[in-house]
């Protein structure tokens, strides 16, 4: 606010400038004298002023009677700046202020301390009398309208909207139907204005000022009509995009393994081809599916999951396919349209597909090779539009030799086949899911913790047979109830205190000299680099250089989450 500093420091009224919140965003010396406040900066005009009413002056764009502080002998004027964002409130000593209601001298001074503040808008602001006669206009008038301000000032709104100086006039508008007005303006050398006008009226009702606040938009309409010419080529682009290897809020991609694994992800999840999901419980399987259909030109419509293994044999295909009403007792009397048909023009993601019974297994395969079904109790086909999703942490290939799976199905999932390796195949992703989960449990829970760098790297060598699924609920778990905001090896369950234990017995049981140096030169790194915000800060703690210190890094595996180089 450098232009009020440079006007408002050196008036003898005082100004404080306030947003729509509240805010105060300029005080100058004289309100600083008054209020004993040293500083207004991000303090709120209610604690200053408790009584005003400058937020409803910004939102209805409507001046107020100057209004009287009895305990500091002053008349406080409140007056919008720009309807629903600014306000200004001018503080004036009462002898001041009954001054110039008597015409006093002080009125010119007045008038050009009101024409500072109007130019400090950044918008067009004109002021007419209540027959529309220009009366006052800031400096903005000749670059927004075209015309110098004398040319301006003592002209009839009617005349300059007749002489085209505007396409119309809101003036007009305002004296016409004597309310606030919003409309747009053409002005004549082709600036399109967005308008505020706001009428004042006596106290007996009759109008005798209009404000007009002009916003100049011409620029943002251009651009919009640019980027409505460019929509096909944005689309093009978001096509590209969802080709790109990213970490989003869900998958994180840093190992090469989940690299490559996304970028075929991301190449394939914008066709319709049947996509098989393999990996290890735990791993994410799900998460990438609901990632591929995100990513799909689907993504607007259903995603609807199908647990294989947790709906009951008996009525899998009831839930499926669904039923016609009065197919059998105790059904529902309406019938039922089945999953099937709920994931229409989505995505059908069929988990632990592995466990799906065979007589259903045939059922499936019509619906993969025809994208039609028959609801049990019906003979009329649906035909649905469904792009298919398969996952298992099961070996189908095994389970068609023996005859639990069918080889024809089997072959028409396994178009696109993705295999989502473990944890123990992708540690580098460890350090980068445990910042990921400590951030999201952090904002659901509002405990926001962090762990030891001793944690991080136990977690990073531990063997985490649930894969990523065990790792989130072990920090879910952590966040909920270690009461500390920095997590210890100590606040760990025992599994990983053994696992500890044993891989030091480990080292201790069968060591020589050499290999203690480099345990006892690690853990001195690992100390370092807890209480360190840089690898360079960590170095000159050590004495050594910071090139030996990133050689040792490495030489030791030790993961670095967080921490500059």
Known sequence: MCEFDSIGNYLPVGLILVNYKGEILYGNPVCQRVFHV???????????????????????????????????????????????????????????YEEIISKSPKVAELKQELQAVMNLTGELVTITDGDGIVSRVNNACEQIMGVKEFDFIGKSAFILEQNGIVNASSTRKVIE?????????????????????HPIFNEDGTMYKIINISKDVTEIEDLQEKLAETTSVLDYYQQELNSLKKKDEEIVVKSKAMEKVYELVSRVADVDATIFLHGETGVGKEVMARKIHQLSNRKD??????NCGAIPETIMESELFGYSKGTFTGANREGKKGLALAANKGTLFLDEIGELPLNVQAKLLQLLQEKQF?????TKPV??????????????????????FREDLYYRLFVVPI?????????????????????YYGQKYKQFKSFEQEVIQIFTDYVWNGNVRELQNTIERLVLTVPARRIKLADLPDKFISSFSEDKKKVEGDTNLKQEVERFEKQMILGALETSSTLKEASMK???DASTMTRKVKKYGIIIAKLQV
């Open 38 to 96: 040293d500083d207004f900066n991000q303090q709120l005009i209610k604690d200053i002023l408790p009584a005003t009413t400058i937020i409803k002056v910004i939102k209805e764009g409507k001046w107020e009677t100057p209004c009287y502080l009895s305990n500091r002998d002053m008349y406080v004027i409140s007056l919008p700046l720009i309807t629903g964002k600014l306000g200004l409130l001018i503080f004036l000593p009462a002898d001041m």
């Open 177 to 197: 139907e004597k309310r606030t007005i919003t409309m747009n303006q053409v002005t004549k050398s082709g600036r399109r204005l967005l308008v505020h006008a």
């Open 301 to 306: 419509a259903p995603f609807v999951k199908v």
């Open 374 to 378: 028959t609801p049990l109790g019906d």
């Open 383 to 404: 035909q649905v539009d469904v792009r298919f999703i398969a996952a298992t942490n099961r070996n189908l290939e095994q389970m068609v030799k023996q005859g639990t």
């Open 419 to 439: 295999t989502i390796p473990p944890l123990s195949e992708r540690k580098e992703d460890i350090p980068f899911l445990i910042s990921h989960f400590l951030d």
């Open 542 to 544: 050590l004495g050594v």
